[in-house]
Each structure stands twice: as structure tokens, then as C-alpha cells.
């Protein structure tokens, strides 16, 4: 179990450092861990481009033969296909290799249920206990199923996408656009995707067989998308798009190259999908406050969660709203309840072929907020003590506690949280005064933190 405790254990998924962290034989475990948790069903298996994704396929593979599933390889894919996958073909669950936005040396094992949407935090505690059991479920020879493969599953959810855009108006509107896959499943995928969409002219940054090395940090960052940004600008391109490498965030650029933060990047599709269909929406608790008020505009209400995708998919189901948010990611549950760029995209472009207007103009109508991050080092067990400390000091603002502590302070907001590692507190802080406005007072709640740290 020594592994075990060396892995991070996030919302519906290990991950860890690929040989240290994260090995072949810990993979194949929780892979038939998971085969024995969701009954011995038809799995898919799917992976980003990363090189250790190819080891992990084969451990994981073997781990879910092993414990007598049937096995449908779909290899490089984007992560919201093979959720929708799951739920199209009545699969018993899939698992996603991918490490999402951390860098190239880290890899992970996403778990997703019959619905396609990740485990939630009952689900992984049912997978662990599962895990910890002694080794018994293995079938023997005449148990084990052929491995099959299907290499065409992205059609499937390009084609429920293609259906519901508006490709006529897309194409009328002649939109350039570049994009940076970060050699990622959107190398693979997304050109012929935006072909298909209408867009007029493309721009890639990525090999034409994509071999998972990174040219540049897969965290979507104006820092690591200088080169994209330029593409735009010289080719005097109507946007860009920055995937990560699983395919389910995206980062926008307007037409001068500017980066939009992830909180910012899925306004556009989220506005165009109150206009299609307005109504309630679920969001993280993270999430900026400039979508509520977009949502308050048509009629709506937020329904706030804890930040996962699992979380606010299950809050979609619940609440039959219209559209689920998270920082660079849209939920549209009329393709499907997860995290998927390629429908931020189709959306961000209609958006734009309808109102003629420019990303940047369009942006300009959006409410502004201006956000700052810090981090503060600490202990599981200090970071709960020093959560409720600040909810008891902060009282006056009825602060929410159901992730975290949020406090709502008028035009500032401040959340609060636990890193997925548990070794420190994260402070989420959003201003609709100035960056300056948000950063101070990022810096007064870190002040006040360390002091109740220090005092226990």
C-alpha cells in the first residue's frame, strides 16, 4: 500500500509521477479493482497522446481482462467521447488515461460510470474499498473475453455536435481560427473538426502525427501560449483556440491575440447557450461571478457545487438545467453531462457568426471581474481547523461551507479550499473593483490564515 499513499487521489481519479508515483502495476490493480466494481461489463479504455499513456492502456487493459470484463480499446481520444461513448453503447463504465493539464511526467486513471459521467466521491469510496480487498476476483482461462477495438468513437460525438450548430451560418461568416493542441487528442481530431463546422481557414501548432511530446507546458496559460498568440495576430485570425491534452478545456483568444483566463473562456458559449435555451445552470463553486449574472439576465438561477466535473454533472441531472460551467470547461447536457471543449468551440463559433460581431466586442460586453490565486502550506487536519476559523470570523457574510469556505463580500468574493493533495489551502478571490482590489485581498485572507496556523 505504499504506492498507494505515494498517489494524489483527486475527484474520480489517481494520478501520480509515471515511475515513482504512478507504475504499470498499480494501474493493472485499479484497473480490475474498477472491473470488479462495475460487474464484469463491456469498459472502454481511451488515452491522451502522452508516451506513458501507451504502458498504462496495456496495464489497464490487462487489469480489467483479468477481473473478466470485456475490453473495447478506443486508444488516442478525447475524454468527452468516451464519456458519451459509454452512455451511447450501454457500456459499464470507461476508464480515461490522462493527466489532463499537469506536465508530460504525470499521468492518471479517470473512472467513469454506466452514465459517462466520473465517479462520484461515494463511488471512488465503494472503488477503494473494492481495492482493498484481498486479490480474489481474477477469472480464470476460460473467464477471459477478447479484447476488441473501435478507433471511431470521436465521430459519434462530433456528429451530435455537427447537428445541433448552425454549420450553414458558420460557414458564411469565413472565420479564421488557430489552434494549439499541445501535440494532444486535439491534434488529432479538432482541424478536421472546425472543417467540418464551416471555419474557413486553420492554423495548427501540431505535429501531423501528434507523438505526445509537448512543445510548451500543457497548462493553458498566456504564458505558454505566446506562439499562438502571435499566429493570430499575423494571420489576423477572428480567434484561437488552446485545448489541453484530453480535450476537455479550453482557453480562448480573441482576434489581437489576447488570452482569456479559463474563468472568462467559457462566457461566449455559456451566453450562447442561454440564448438557445435559457434557463438555470450548474456551476462550480470556484466558477466567476460574471456567469450568474449572465444567468440572471435570462431568467435563471446558479446551482452551485463542489468543484469537480462530477459534481456538477450529477447537478445537471438533478436539476435539469440547461448548461453546466467549471473554469475552462462548458458542460452542454444536450450532447452529453461532461467537460467538452469541442462543444465550447462549436458554440464560441455560431456566437460569433451570429452577431458579426468580434470576439473581443463580444467580451467587452460581459461583466468585468478581475481574480487572483494564493496558496498557503499547511496539514490536512490544520487547513479543516483554520477553514472553520475563517467561516466563524467571517459569520456576518453567511459564508458557504459545503467545499471549503466561500464568503460573499459584496463586489469581492474569497473561497477558501483544500489542494487535492491536502497539504495546503488554495484562496480564490474575484473583484468587480480592480486585479489590485482582488490581489489584496487574497493577501489579507493568507495573513489570516497563517496567524490561525500558527496559533495551533
Known amino acids: 500500500m505504499n504506492q498507494f499513499r505515494r498517489l494524489i487521489v483527486g475527484i474520480s481519479s489517481i494520478r501520480g509521477v509515471i515511475g515513482e508515483r504512478l507504475q504499470p502495476s498499480l494501474a493493472a490493480d485499479f484497473a480490475s479493482s474498477f472491473g470488479g466494481y462495475v460487474g464484469k461489463g463491456t469498459v472502454l479504455v481511451a488515452r491522451d497522446t502522452r508516451p506513458s499513456g501507451i504502458m498504462l492502456e496495456h496495464a489497464v487493459i490487462s487489469g480489467l481482462l483479468a ?14 467521447s468516451l464519456q458519451l461513448a459509454v452512455k451511447e453503447y450501454g457500456c459499464s463504465g470507461a476508464i480515461a488515461i490522462t493527466a489532463s ?17 466520473y465517479l462520484s466521491d461515494q463511488e471512488m469510496s465503494d472503488l477503494f474499498d473494492v481495492y482493498n480487498q484481498p486479490e480474489d476476483g481474477f477469472v480464470r482461462e476460460s473467464g477471459f473475453h477478447a479484447l476488441s477495438r473501435n478507433q471511431d468513437l470521436f465521430e459519434e460525438h462530433a456528429k451530435k455536435i455537427w447537428s445541433r450548430i448552425d454549420t450553414a451560418a458558420i460557414r458564411a461568416a469565413n472565420l479564421k481560427i488557430a489552434i494549439d ?10 482541424k ?9 481557414e486553420i492554423f495548427t501548432f501540431d505535429d501531423d502525427i501528434p507523438n505526445g511530446i509537448f512543445r510548451h507546458s500543457p497548462e493553458m496559460t498566456a504564458e505558454n501560449l505566446t506562439a499562438l498568440s502571435e499566429c493570430v495576430r499575423m494571420n489576423q485570425c477572428d480567434a484561437g483556440f488552446a485545448q489541453d491534452p484530453d480535450g476537455d478545456s479550453l482557453t480562448l483568444l480573441d482576434e489581437t491575440g489576447k488570452v482569456y483566463s479559463e474563468q472568462k473562456s467559457i462566457l461566449i458559449p455559456c451566453m450562447r447557450v442561454l440564448e438557445r435555451t435559457p434557463g438555470n445552470v450548474s456551476a462550480s463553486i470556484q466558477i466567476t461571478a460574471a456567469l450568474e449574472e449572465l444567468v440572471q439576465k435570462t431568467g435563471g438561477k446558479v446551482f452551485y457545487t463542489k468543484v469537480g466535473e462530477a459534481n456538477i454533472a450529477r447537478s445537471i441531472l438533478q436539476n435539469k438545467t440547461v448548461l453546466g460551467a467549471e473554469g475552462g470547461s462548458v458542460i452542454w447536457p444536450e450532447v452529453h453531462s461532461c467537460r467538452d471543449s469541442f462543444a465550447a468551440m462549436a458554440l464560441t463559433l455560431e456566437k460569433l457568426a451570429y452577431s458579426k460581431l468580434k470576439v ?8 468585468e471581474y478581475h481574480s487572483a490565486v494564493l496558496t498557503t502550506d499547511c496539514n490536512a487536519q490544520s487547513a479543516s481547523e483554520a477553514i472553520r476559523a475563517l467561516a466563524q470570523k467571517y459569520e456576518r ?60
Not at 104 to 111: P, R, S, V
Not at 181 to 190: F, I
Not at 192 to 200: A, E, I, M, T
Open 192 to 200: 478536421r473538426f472546425l472543417k467540418n463546422l464551416g471555419v474557413d
Open 67 to 80: 477481473a473478466g470484463c470485456k475490453v473495447v480499446s478506443a486508444g488516442v481520444l478525447p475524454t468527452p
Open 101 to 117: 493539464q499537469h506536465p508530460a511526467e504525470w499521468n492518471a486513471l479517470k473512472f467513469i460510470n454506466r452514465d459517462g459521467i
Open 181 to 190: 493542441c499541445c501535440n494532444g487528442v486535439g491534434a488529432v481530431y479538432t
Open 360 to 367: 473581443s466586442e463580444i467580451m467587452a460586453q460581459m461583466p
Open 397 to 456: 457574510f453567511h459564508p458557504e461551507l459545503f467545499d471549503g469556505v466561500r464568503i460573499p463580500m459584496g463586489k469581492v468574493w474569497t473561497l477558501v479550499r483544500k489542494s487535492y493533495s491536502g497539504s495546503a489551502l488554495k484562496i480564490y478571490v474575484e473583484s468587480a473593483v480592480s486585479k489590485a482590489d482582488a490581489l489584496g485581498v487574497a493577501e489579507t485572507f493568507r495573513s489570516e490564515l497563517e496567524k490561525f496556523l500558527g496559533n495551533m
